[in-house]
């Protein structure tokens, strides 16, 4: 009973294409994060939902736009794809102010 | 601009001994730290976590400690079992930040026989 999963797992496209992952917890959390680890292993934050609401968007392109159509979800849709957006992209919940979060198993995203 | 750092890129233990990861920050407004775990193909799994009114926090073999002065933070896991080779991340985050995470570059462990 997976608690945080992402599809798909693997994605590979070619520049220029428009592409979504989704992201799905059945934990309850109020939470959700998007994360991109690059090529040097960092993990960086993108966005967060709480409630469906943004509460964090950090310096991240234009062309990335998350959604949130309710509490269990969060989508991460990325227009015009770069070969710099190739990375494993996670997604996360949280249930605030705890801040343990749990972690998707990733997104592998390749862009030829 | 790396707010978190871990500057062991990777360890080697004999299983049975300790393993102890380090951990640097930077900025002063962090008040909560955790550890996660991470296996090839897999998403992080949280560990252990610590908070800055604290100095030390135990969780079966995985101790983690706390020095606010030094802004440093540590991982002890005793004793070292084979499964314990995975990539540690640590993470800090400032109340108020919404859950803001921030990551070092991690340490691969391998614990050997």
């Known amino acids: 009973d997976t608690a945080v999963s992402q599809t798909p797992k693997y994605l590979v496209t070619q520049m220029g294409n428009d592409k979504s992952i989704k992201c799905e917890q059945n934990l309850g959390h109020d939470t959700m994060y998007w994360y991109k680890q690059d090529s040097k292993k960092f993990l960086k934050i993108m966005f967060s939902?709480?409630?469906?609401?943004?509460?964090i968007n950090e310096t991240v392109p234009n062309r990335f736009s998350p959604k949130s159509p309710d509490k269990a979800h969060l989508n991460l849709h990325i227009n015009s794809l770069e070969l710099g957006d190739s990375a494993v992209y996670f997604c996360?919940?949280?249930?605030?102010?705890?801040?343990?979060?749990?972690f998707g198993p990733g997104t592998r995203l390749t862009v030829l | 601009d790396q707010q978190v750092k871990q500057n062991s890129p990777s360890l080697s233990v004999q299983e049975g001994r300790i393993s102890i990861l380090n951990c640097d920050y930077t900025?002063?407004?962090?008040?909560?730290f955790l550890w996660y775990k991470k296996y090839p193909a897999e998403g992080p799994t949280f560990l252990i976590s610590?908070?800055?009114?604290?100095d030390k926090n135990e969780d079966g073999r995985f101790t983690v400690f706390l020095n606010k002065s030094a802004k440093h933070l540590s991982l002890h896991i005793v004793p070292s079992q084979p499964g314990d080779s995975a990539v540690y991340f640590c993470a800090a985050s400032e109340s108020d930040s919404w859950g803001k995470l921030q990551f070092g570059a991690g340490t691969q462990v391998v614990v050997t026989p």
């Open positions: 900025n002063s407004m962090f008040d909560y």
């Open positions: 610590i908070s800055s009114i604290k």
């Open positions: 996360a919940s949280s249930q605030l102010p705890i801040n343990e979060q749990f």
């Open positions: 939902y709480n409630n469906k609401e943004l509460i």
